[in-house]
């Protein structure tokens, strides 16, 4: 058990509705990033949000967007969803923003089928 | 992009058995991490090994780095069924601009049979 909960585990969306993603994170760490991994790959950085601000981004388009609130948990909102973006969405929190941050720590994921 | 590239895809031991995934990557990095996944869930940590040291333990656990070939090689000895799973190394680039994302492979897929 990481102590980051996720949810909803799963849900299906038709394509260009929009859907939220929830998160929050484990104890006293203030990052929160989210992954996406589509079936049989590795995970690909979406974003990451440090003290409630965005501080890296992957190479997503701008209809992936979060929020990070004041207790740190975080949201992940995808808008005109695509085909393509049916994928396990992973959220991962750690202790500090900066360039020497260590591991990451996992929740169970979001499952996103988009039809 | 995946940075790092797992070899081989996919493993098949029997119980006992020791097993090694190697994993090569791109760009510098300031350390190098292996995750596990069960099918279809969450990833956990096991180990993280940074860009000046050579070789880390951690129980049955035991990687090496290799920055002059930019590869490294997890080792799981006396293997169980229970470590059938996935898993995946990951990166942190040492440049200062992308040091906060981490960059995973396209992942081992083990398979320890009793």
């Known amino acids: 058990e990481t102590g980051v909960t996720q949810s909803p585990t799963h849900l299906i969306k038709t394509r260009g509705q929009q859907v939220t993603l929830r998160c929050s994170s484990q104890?006293?760490?203030?990052?929160v990033s989210w992954y996406q991994q589509a079936l049989g790959q590795g995970p690909q950085f979406i974003f990451q949000y440090y003290r409630e601000e965005e501080n890296g981004r992957g190479n997503f388009p701008p209809r992936f967007s979060g929020l990070q609130f004041p207790n740190y948990s975080s949201e992940l909102n995808v808008n005109a969803l695509e085909l393509d973006d049916s994928a396990l969405y992973l959220c991962a929190s750690s202790l500090g923003g900066g360039q020497l941050a260590g591991e990451l720590f996992f929740g169970e994921g979001s499952r996103l089928t988009v039809l | 992009s995946q940075q790092g590239e797992e070899d081989p895809q996919a493993l098949s031991i029997q119980e006992g058995e020791n097993a090694t995934m190697n994993c090569s990557y791109k760009?510098?990095?300031?350390?190098l991490q292996w995750y596990r996944q069960n099918s279809g869930r969450g990833l956990v940590h096991l180990i993280l090994?940074?860009?000046?040291?050579r070789e880390k333990h951690s129980g049955r656990l035991r990687v090496t780095l290799d920055t002059s070939k930019k590869s490294s090689s997890l080792l799981i000895t006396a293997s169980r069924a229970a470590d059938t799973a996935s898993y995946f190394c990951a990166t942190r680039p040492f440049s200062s601009g992308s040091a906060r994302q981490l960059t995973f492979g396209s992942g081992t897929q083990l398979t320890v049979l009793p």
């Open positions: 760009t510098s990095i300031n350390n």
């Open positions: 090994i940074r860009s000046n040291e």
């Open positions: 104890s006293g760490h203030n990052t």
